[in-house]
């Protein structure tokens, strides 16, 4: 099975900070028809997940372009510029491109 | 608006069954494709099984490949997950989740339906 390592496992931030998570796959996330099938959700406390990233770096709708999905191949990394209260909780990544479809284990965002 | 409404859970034995449901409102049901996931407390995220529009595609997690099956009735909006022989590690949060056009796997989720095996 692909495995997805997320670091770091918890992140501390001050709201206004830039947060950073990354997200690295075992194999390569590249399909054979040329898509990456790499996905992001936040799951907010209490709450269901919810999507905000999917094919690396589109935006899902609704999602405040403060986040910014990136890389390739291996590498991936969520990036939430300017941290609003409203972006704490977990965030997972998520691949579909071998199968099992696999989650990261998690990063945790929390305020500093 | 889009909603998923999970229901059916509850505590059981183990090597027991039970049978999840999920209503579906707000979309055309029968052009999507639909996802179980599950939560253990406390714990992350695993995929658990998907069930094509049509029902001609359906995958399980290797974890519960031959004792759980997903199904869906079109005519009821309704999405199914009938498990049997559970175990102590079936016991997590379910949630309904329904496959996006174009890209995403699950672009919409249910609140989630508790399942506890123990004895």
């Known amino acids: 099975d692909v495995v997805l390592t997320q670091t770091p496992v918890s992140l501390s931030v001050t709201l206004g900070d830039q947060a950073s998570i990354s997200c690295r796959s075992s194999?390569?996330?590249?399909?054979?028809?040329?898509?990456?099938?790499l996905e992001w959700y936040l799951q907010k406390p209490g709450q269901s997940p919810q999507l905000l990233i999917y094919g690396v770096s589109n935006r899902f709708s609704g999602v405040p372009d403060r986040f910014i999905g990136s890389g390739s191949g291996t590498d991936f990394t969520l990036k939430i510029s300017r941290v609003e209260p409203e972006d704490l909780g977990v965030y997972y990544c998520?691949?579909?491109?071998?199968?099992?479809?696999?989650f990261g284990a998690g990063t945790k965002l929390e305020l500093k | 608006e889009v909603q998923l409404v999970e229901s059916g859970g509850g505590l059981v034995q183990p090597g027991r069954s039970l049978k999840l449901s999920c209503v579906a409102s707000?979309?055309?049901?029968?052009?999507?494709?639909m996802n179980w996931i599950r939560q253990a407390p406390g714990k992350g995220l695993e995929w658990v099984a998907y069930i094509s529009s049509g029902s001609s595609y359906i995958y399980y997690a290797e974890t519960v490949k031959g004792r759980f099956t997903i199904s869906r009735d079109n005519a009821k909006n309704t999405l199914y997950l009938q498990m049997t022989s559970l175990r102590s590690e079936d016991t997590a949060l379910y949630y309904c989740a329904r496959q996006g056009y174009g890209g995403p796997s699950f672009d919409y989720w249910g609140q989630g339906v508790m399942v506890t095996v123990s004895s």
């Open positions: 194999q390569s996330l590249e399909y054979s028809d040329g898509y990456t099938y």
């Open positions: 998520f691949q579909a491109t071998h199968d099992p479809h696999t």
């Open positions: 707000g979309f055309t049901f029968s052009n999507y494709g």
